[in-house]
Nanobody
Framework: QVPLVESGGGLVQAGGSLRLSCAAS????????MGWFRQTPGWKERDFVA?????????YYADSVKGRFTISRDNGKNTIYLQMNSLKPEDTAVYYC?????????????????WGQGAQVTVSS
């Protein structure tokens, strides 16, 4: 188990910024690739947002957020971040972090486990 806790969500106007944090417990955090996903009400799938490798040397983004969102990590603090700029109403969702446990691919929730409880992000127009 890798307990994860997201924070930093909230309500922001379109064009604004938010930074999400995902804190993990345990001494092996630096071994894990991590991802951010989001889920909108009424949609059963969690959509991929961003990926970061265990060292932080590799990142990957969904096309919908590329150029606006930045994923980063601080292994000394057992935390990953998602800096979200130029937010749009369509970014409204519950955002989740998770550990990649299947190395087949990075952009699908099926390859991740140990999900956090989620952080609500609401962008008003």
């Amino acid at each position: 188990q890798v307990p994860l806790v997201e924070s930093g969500g909230g309500l922001v106007q379109a064009g604004g910024s938010l930074r999400l944090s995902c804190a993990a417990s345990g001494r092996t955090f630096s071994m894990y690739d991590m991802g951010w996903f989001r889920q909108t009400p009424g949609w059963k799938e969690r959509d991929f947002v961003a990926f970061i490798s265990s060292s932080g040397g590799s990142t990957y983004y969904a096309d919908s957020v590329k150029g606006r969102f930045t994923i980063s990590r601080d292994n000394g603090k057992n935390t990953i971040y998602l800096q979200m700029n130029s937010l749009k109403p369509e970014d409204t969702a519950v955002y989740y972090c998770a550990v990649r446990t299947d190395l087949t691919a990075v952009a699908s929730a099926r390859y991740y486990s140990y999900w956090g409880q989620g952080a609500q992000v609401t962008v008003s127009s």
